[in-house]
């Protein structure tokens, strides 16, 4: 059983995973303590943790956790996967990008397009197993308030399930313009990606993927969090690493 701990800008999911079931989870804020004695007291076979973040520093955090006893991977740009990855840049590489890419893999998928949509819409590439890299655009509430800020007279507008070829008034146009500009952009990518390889699957995670799965054709909304569950199998496939060399 294992501690899993994405730490966002603002806020950090904590992860108890038990192979690849997520037995508990939380999303706190990036300052909340973690209360480690209390999930060791409530889950006896909790030893080991990761710490990832795209931003913060983990140092902190993995301290406090050595502190109760447990034994703690930080994953960072140099951290052995169990997937190839093409990516260029990997010291630029954001981790939950590559963690959902390892996760996406271990629940079977070796050919997919990951989408996650959350402050910005990453589009990644998943090729036999192995990470080929991705785009990043703008989010659908990025977007929104763009559109507001940028501008002297529109509204600041949400995502809407409501699908309409044409709006009516300028808070419709607004908000059809910027959720079929993404479908629009995501199915070119899909368009793209399949003529290249027949086989690939569609994965949406991220706060805002909801809004988009009815939109979309052939998509699979993951009820599986594919970050957590690569992050618990980065922490595993290192932690067989460290025990062939002791």
């Known amino acids: 059983m294992n501690l899993v701990i994405d730490i966002g800008n603002s806020f950090m999911k904590v992860a108890v995973v038990d192979g690849n079931n997520i037995?508990?989870?939380?999303?706190?804020?990036?300052?909340?303590?973690?209360?480690?004695?209390?999930?060791?007291?409530?889950?006896?076979?909790?030893?080991?943790?990761?710490?990832?973040?795209?931003?913060?520093?983990?140092?902190?955090?993995?301290?406090?956790?050595?502190?109760?006893?447990?034994?703690?991977?930080?994953?960072?740009?140099?951290?052995?996967?169990?997937?190839?990855?093409?990516?260029?840049?990997?010291?630029?590489?954001?981790?939950?990008?590559?963690?959902?890419?390892?996760?996406?893999?271990?629940?079977?998928?070796?050919?997919?397009?990951?989408?996650?949509?959350?402050?910005?819409?990453?589009?990644?590439?998943?090729?036999?197993?192995?990470?080929?890299?991705?785009?990043?655009?703008?989010?659908?509430?990025?977007?929104?308030r763009a559109l507001h800020d940028y501008t002297q007279r529109l509204p600041e507008c949400e995502p809407t399930d409501e699908v309409l070829a044409l709006g009516r008034t300028t808070s419709q146009a607004i908000e059809q313009g910027v959720m079929q500009g993404?479908?629009?952009?995501?199915?070119?990518?899909?368009?793209?990606?399949?003529?290249?390889?027949?086989?690939?699957?569609?994965i949406f995670t991220g706060g805002d993927a909801k809004f988009f799965v009815k939109r979309i054709k052939n998509a699979i909304f993951a009820k599986w969090d594919p970050v957590v569950c690569g992050l618990n199998r980065i922490l595993e496939y290192n932690a067989g690493i460290e025990n062939k060399n002791l």
């Open 23 to 144: 037995i508990a989870s939380q999303r706190v804020t990036v300052d909340s303590e973690i209360d480690v004695t209390g999930l060791r007291a409530t889950y006896p076979t909790l030893q080991r943790a990761i710490v990832a973040s795209s931003g913060v520093p983990t140092s902190e955090v993995a301290s406090a956790l050595r502190g109760e006893g447990l034994w703690v991977l930080e994953m960072n740009s140099l951290t052995p996967v169990p997937i190839g990855n093409d990516y260029l840049s990997p010291a630029t590489l954001g981790v939950d990008r590559l963690a959902a890419a390892v996760g996406a893999v271990e629940m079977g998928y070796d050919n997919c397009l990951i989408v996650d949509f959350g402050t910005a819409i990453t589009i990644d590439f998943v090729e036999n197993g192995v990470f080929r890299g991705g785009n990043i655009s703008p989010g659908v509430r990025t977007r929104f």
């Open 182 to 202: 993404i479908v629009n952009e995501i199915e070119g990518y899909i368009s793209a990606f399949s003529k290249k390889n027949a086989k690939i699957t569609l």
